[in-house]
């Protein structure tokens, strides 16, 4: 699961880097002026920065979620072991009681020796 999460976030990261790098060469080979080429690299620049803060924000709601399905999984997997480990318990005092009993010298009857 986490090798998904990490190949997602590799592409994510991969893709907005491809798309900086090959927008910043087209606009350094447009036959723009320089005023056309500022104004066009600012469009950009806004455009893109609009795009991760939308992949910023999907990418912190998928971790809320999965934060969240981490938490129930651990609350659930500690129940189930205090469950068995109740059950151990309960299991070892039952086997652990006649061998108590049988080991627990008798007392003598003290009025017996009077």
């Given amino acids: 699961m986490s090798d998904n999460n990490s190949d997602f976030g590799a592409f994510v990261s991969g893709f907005l880097i491809g798309g900086l790098v090959g927008a910043a060469v087209s606009l350094l080979f447009a036959p723009q002026s320089g005023e056309e080429t500022r104004t066009l ?36 997997l500690q129940k189930r072991g205090k469950s068995v480990a109740e059950g ?11 061998e108590k009993k049988a080991a627990t010298p008798k007392k003598k009857d003290d009025t017996a020796k009077k």
């Fill in 41 to 76: 690299i600012y469009d950009k620049g806004i455009e893109l920065k609009d795009q991760a803060g939308g992949v910023i924000d999907d990418t912190r709601a998928r971790a809320e979620e999965l934060a969240k399905e981490a938490k129930y999984l651990a609350e659930d």
């Fill in 88 to 98: 151990q318990k309960k299991k070892s005092t039952k086997e652990v009681e006649p």
